[in-house]
């Protein structure tokens, strides 16, 4: 079955820890995108990624860091430097360059708690 | 700029009634699109469609319809007969043609209790 997955369903940080989430995709979709839910907030993009090797910031990339070394894989880690990290992590991808002609396809999400 | 608003945040409702979840949108772009996502509790967001600015044509799809009016920037949905199943958070969510950016609205939770 196509589709995208995220791991650990769960993850728990103590203060001052890097923690990195996972995302891997098998739809060959060439762009992948990382959001962050709060509770009574909609979607609030962090990283985008079009390409292999290349990604752009989102609107709240401060305290996160991504890379894209393979098509199917999307890396994010949430830095020290990230102020309020407690969320809900959600990962998507969508068909062809990114853009809005095609809907983005989206992960069952980590959700993060900082001790 | 650009802005969804789902000025409803939470609607609950009995099994069987119809309900509309309302989403209104602002962009300047005359060349945009609109979706809607369904988030059930297991928090993975579902597409329900996807609608270009040209096409104003309403759309049914079972028991979902949806409204899309340019003259008052909205794009409305209705579930008929609601089912227990329906509960979930409904977001609607804005893309410009020239971005490669999804704005999302706040979300609307519906409840809908046998």
């Known amino acids: 079955d196509g589709g995208i997955t995220q791991s650990p369903k769960y993850l728990f940080r103590k203060e001052g820890q890097n923690v990195t989430l996972s995302c891997e995709q098998n739809l060959n979709h060439d762009a992948m995108y990382w959001y962050r839910q709060d509770p009574g907030q909609g979607l609030r993009l962090i990283y985008y990624s079009q390409i292999v090797n290349d990604f752009q910031k989102g609107d709240i990339a401060e305290g996160y860091s991504v890379s894209r070394e393979k098509k199917e894989s999307f890396p994010l880690t949430v830095t020290s430097a990230q102020k309020n990290p407690t969320a809900f992590y959600l990962c998507a991808s969508s068909t062809g360059l990114a853009g809005p002609y095609n809907e983005q396809f989206f992960g069952p999400g980590t959700r993060l708690t900082v001790l | ?114």
């Open chain 2, 1 to 114: 700029a650009q802005k969804v608003t789902q000025a409803q945040t939470e609607i609950s409702v009995v099994e069987k009634e119809d309900v509309t979840l309302d989403c209104v949108y602002e962009t300047r772009d005359t060349t945009y699109y609109l979706f809607w996502y369904k988030q059930p509790p297991s928090g993975e967001l579902v597409f329900l469609i996807r609608r270009n600015s040209f096409d104003e044509q309403n759309e049914i799809s079972g028991r979902y319809s949806w409204n899309f009016q340019k003259s008052t920037s909205s794009f409305n949905f209705t579930i008929t007969a609601s089912q227990v199943v329906d509960s979930a958070v409904y977001f609607c969510a804005l893309s410009a043609y020239n971005t490669d950016k999804l704005i999302f609205g706040t979300g609307t939770r519906l409840q809908v209790f046998p």
